[in-house]
């Protein structure tokens, strides 16, 4: 019986890094079958290569699971968050659950005025602040729109089983956008990823409609009246 990808990745994950020979003899194939599986699966993204260890003569190729490969393996990270939650929630009751969003909130904004700091204007705080975003997983970017604003755009949500379970955690987000980008800045949710009206509508990610601050009446520039001389007679 032919070894399938799933076989191959079980098998990564429990013996990788490991030779291209070891993974045909393991799962009874040919060396050549057993390559032309592994590259199928590195051009998908779900492993990756290295030199095996301890090889004598010309270096052998060891294969061992991406960062993509180990995702798919579930980690019960989503159910531990959902169930802690309710705990806090049934335990502790939702005053407790919202000082715990608001400690999280209080640390992230921390974290954000530190790396938005060097940045001069609301389009350079915007590219650090989906820089900050993606190391979290949320795999942001920006988008100018055509009336001079932005869109922050977030194609992951990392929390999306707590922030189902929670909805503090989207409205903290929102206020922490808030926050970070200074008084005057504008912004609302156009997209919501867990919202039941957005994944109705085919919605996959979530994204902020973000405004600049609209220019002060101190600001304008004041246009002064034209003196009009006195004609002379002649």
């Known amino acids: 019986m032919a070894a399938s990808d799933r076989d191959i990745l079980e098998l990564l994950k429990t013996r990788g890094p490991i030779s291209t020979v070891d993974v045909a003899a393991t799962l009874d194939v040919t060396p050549q079958g057993a390559r032309q599986r592994l590259e199928s699966l590195r051009a998908a993204g779900l492993v990756a290569t290295g030199e095996a260890k301890g090889a004598i003569g010309r270096p052998g190729l060891s294969w061992f699971l991406s960062e993509a490969g180990h995702a798919q393996f579930p980690d019960g990270h989503d159910r531990f968050a959902v169930e802690l939650i309710d705990i806090i929630r049934g335990k502790l009751g939702a005053k407790a659950l919202d000082r715990l969003i608001a400690a999280r909130e209080a640390e992230q904004r921390r974290r954000y005025q530190a790396a938005l700091a060097p940045a001069g204007d609301l389009r350079a705080k915007l590219q650090r602040l989906a820089q900050e975003r993606t190391r979290e997983g949320y795999m942001a970017e920006i988008r100018a729109t055509d009336d ?87």
């Open 148 to 234: 001079g604003g932005w869109l922050l755009i977030e194609h992951h949500c990392p929390i999306c089983a707590a922030a189902t379970a929670c909805r503090g955690f989207c409205r903290s987000e929102l206020q922490l956008f808030r926050a970070v980008l200074g008084p005057g800045v504008r912004i609302e949710r156009a997209q919501h990823l867990i919202s039941g009206e957005g994944l109705a509508a085919g919605e996959r990610r979530c994204a902020y409609r973000i405004e600049p601050p609209a220019p002060s009446a101190a600001a304008r520039p004041v246009r002064r009246k034209r003196s009009r001389k006195p004609r002379s007679r002649l």
